[in-house]
């Protein structure tokens, strides 16, 4: 793991790092608490299509889990966003059609994905201030479409935030097949009036899901307008099920 740049705000140290996942490299984000010393719970946080892991509302929800929490929290840029591109994910539009694209003609987008975060964590965990505690991980929309698999695939998982996605688009295949391997406790969250993914086919999604210990969060609204409140359930729900 290679580190780019470290600053501190508040209390809360923020990393840039790279690391060599496979054949490519994979950048990402840490944040953990000035001064800490592991092990402490690690959130995995996946941001949306055409976003990077810089988003507002990733590196809010980072730096919450780690200031009222103590958590490690952790966020990689997905495939054709963010640091992985030579414009560095600064036309947004651009990077949403290449996703699409991909998302539609790259097979083994998701299991590089999935081998992404498995990477990430398994580095994150040598670390004396992230240690091997345990794991959550927090994605809607992409966030989800690439997530849910990892959910499914990777044990150290003890809980998952995830929604804004349905049972369809071009790997539902892999979705459907995904989503009863999914065990640990899920909070799912639905925009009633989502444009993107309609409200039966998330529904649908949320019933595959094999987990059960699992609610269903319906808010009024279309796909971006995910409220504050759910933040809060969000933060309530990850800290009661990854700490004692």
């Known amino acids: 793991m290679h580190w780019v740049h470290e600053t501190v705000s508040d209390g809360v140290v923020e990393r840039q790092f790279e690391l060599q996942g496979g054949s490519r490299p994979v950048p990402g984000l840490l944040w953990v608490p000035a001064e800490a010393v592991g092990p402490r719970p690690l959130l995995l946080l996946g941001h949306g299509a055409s976003g990077t892991k810089r988003e507002g509302y990733l590196v809010a929800l980072a730096r919450r889990m780690v200031r009222r929490h103590g958590f490690a929290a952790a966020a990689i840029d997905g495939p054709v966003h963010g640091d992985r591109r030579s414009d560095l994910g600064s036309n947004p539009v651009l990077t949403f059609l290449e996703f699409s694209q991909a998302w539609t003609t790259d ?15 398994d580095e994150l965990e040598k670390l004396d201030e992230v ?13 989800t479409i690439l997530g849910l698999p990892l959910v499914a695939a990777e044990p150290r998982i003890a809980a998952a935030v995830l929604g804004l996605m349905g049972m ?9 097949a995904d989503a009863p391997r999914v065990r640990c406790p899920v ?18 999604l949320f019933g595959a899901l094999g987990s059960s210990d699992k609610r269903l969060h ?27």
């Open 168 to 176: 369809t688009g071009p790997t539902r295949e892999r979705i459907a």
């Open 187 to 204: 909070l799912f969250l639905l925009q009633w009036d989502d444009e993107l993914f309609a409200r039966d086919s998330s529904i649908e």
């Open 131 to 143: 240690g091997s505690g345990p794991v959550g991980y927090w994605g809607l929309s992409m966030g």
């Open 218 to 244: 319906a808010q009024p609204g279309r796909h971006g307008e995910v409220p504050s409140e759910e933040f809060e359930a969000s933060d309530r729900f990850l800290t009661r099920h990854l700490t004692d």
């Open 107 to 121: 097979p083994a987008m998701t299991d590089a994905m999935v081998a992404d975060w498995r990477s990430t964590i």
